[in-house]
């Protein structure tokens, strides 16, 4: 959705969400790489992916998996929503699909910058 299409109060309410993040007096812009440095060090999952889910055109996140069968792979999700207290479902950008991703099977998130980021991203191996 463009800028030009939204509403002046929907446009107030999406600039207001999107500068929650920024030191007071910055503008989201300047401050999006320290967001995903702050992210990476401090967050926990659920925040990292609440983040990511709050605004998916700016943000992805990185995760090392263990599937059903215990092949550990690393991915990068474009998470929609969580589907219960334990898992989440998400778009896998190395599958290009959606996927369910139980969280007890997630480790190491990393709030990535999705400008970054070219679908189809490759899977690693980690065993």
Request: proline share 5%.
């Given at each position: 959705?463009?800028?030009?299409?939204?509403?002046p109060?929907?446009?107030?309410?999406?600039?207001?969400?999107t500068?929650a993040?920024?030191p007071?007096?910055?503008?989201?812009?300047?401050?999006?790489?320290r967001?995903?440095?702050?992210?990476?060090?401090?967050?926990?999952p659920?925040k990292?992916?609440?983040?990511?889910?709050?605004?998916s055109?700016?943000?992805?996140v990185?995760?090392?998996?263990?599937?059903?069968?215990?092949?550990?792979?690393?991915?990068?999700?474009s998470?929609?929503r969580?589907?219960?207290s334990?898992?989440?479902?998400?778009?896998?950008?190395?599958r290009?699909?959606?996927?369910?991703?139980?969280?007890?099977?997630?480790?190491?998130?990393?709030?990535?910058?999705?400008?970054?980021?070219?679908?189809?991203?490759?899977?690693?191996?980690l065993?």
């Amino acid at each position: 959705m463009s800028v030009a299409t939204l509403s002046p109060a929907a446009f107030n309410a999406s600039e207001q969400a999107t500068t929650a993040f920024a030191p007071s007096g910055e503008t989201f812009a300047r401050s999006h790489g320290r967001v995903c440095d702050r992210a990476n060090s401090k967050w926990s999952p659920s925040k990292v992916l609440r983040t990511a889910m709050a605004d998916s055109d700016r943000f992805v996140v990185q995760l090392d998996y263990v599937d059903s069968k215990g092949k550990r792979t690393r991915r990068t999700v474009s998470p929609i929503r969580f589907a219960a207290s334990d898992r989440f479902l998400g778009l896998c950008l190395c599958r290009e699909e959606p996927r369910q991703f139980h969280l007890s099977r997630c480790s190491n998130f990393q709030l990535l910058d999705a400008d970054d980021v070219i679908m189809p991203v490759e899977m690693v191996e980690l065993d």
